[in-house]
Structure formats: structure tokens, C-alpha cells
């Protein structure tokens, strides 16, 4: 699975949300059906995803690049360390992720 084309299929076709507080809420509320996350997302971060998605049972996907890279895959002009997938519409985002803790 090519991650960069399954991430841009989704934000075309599916509904996303980007941003740390605004994701990290939908895994809290159980509202998201995953979260990505980038290489260089801040540790304290990292650890309440890992967290709230073990208690949610809700699988993270780490992005393999920066939040540079990450925006410019959503076709953003901005940098992007969080979004949760809501729907993945045409894509298969959703078999590349993992429930940690599980």
C-alpha cells in the first residue's frame, strides 16, 4: 500500500480532520475511524495519541516523513502533524493502522 496515495485519496474522497486538539478530540469521543500522525509530532503528543487510542481501541498510523511532508500529501500550504480519518471514502487507509497496547 502506497501510504502518500491512500492519505491523498482520502483527504480527496473521504472526510479528514487536521490539527492536533481537533483530532486528539474525535479519538477521545471515539469519533474517528483512525489517526495518522508524523515522524516529528512533539513526544507528549505522540504519548496522548498512543494512549487514547489504546483506550479507544481506535488504530494510529505514524507517517513516515515530516509535517511539511504530510501537509503537501493533503495538498495543504501548511504543516500538518495530526488529522484523523472520519471516513476513508475510496481509500484503504484504514488497513494500515495499529491499536497499540492491544
Given amino acids: ?4 496515495r491512500e492519505i491523498k485519496r482520502t483527504v480527496d474522497t473521504g472526510k479528514v480532520i487536521l490539527g492536533t486538539n481537533k483530532s486528539i478530540n474525535a479519538l477521545k469521543t ?14 507528549s503528543i ?3 495519541i498512543l494512549y487514547y487510542s489504546k483506550v479507544s481501541s481506535i488504530p494510529v498510523l505514524e507517517f513516515g516523513g515530516t509535517s511539511l511532508e504530510l501537509g503537501t500529501v493533503c495538498g495543504k ?3 500538518v502533524s495530526v488529522m484523523a480519518v472520519m471516513s476513508p471514502g475510496e481509500s484503504n487507509i484504514l ?3 495499529k491499536v497499540y497496547g492491544s
Wanted: aromatic share 8%; proline share 7%.
Fill in 46 to 48: 505522540k504519548e496522548d
Fill in 30 to 43: 471515539g469519533n474517528a475511524k483512525m489517526l495518522i500522525y508524523t515522524q516529528n509530532c512533539p513526544k
Fill in 1 to 4: 500500500m502506497d501510504i502518500n
Fill in 95 to 97: 488497513s494500515g493502522g
Fill in 77 to 79: 500550504p501548511f504543516l
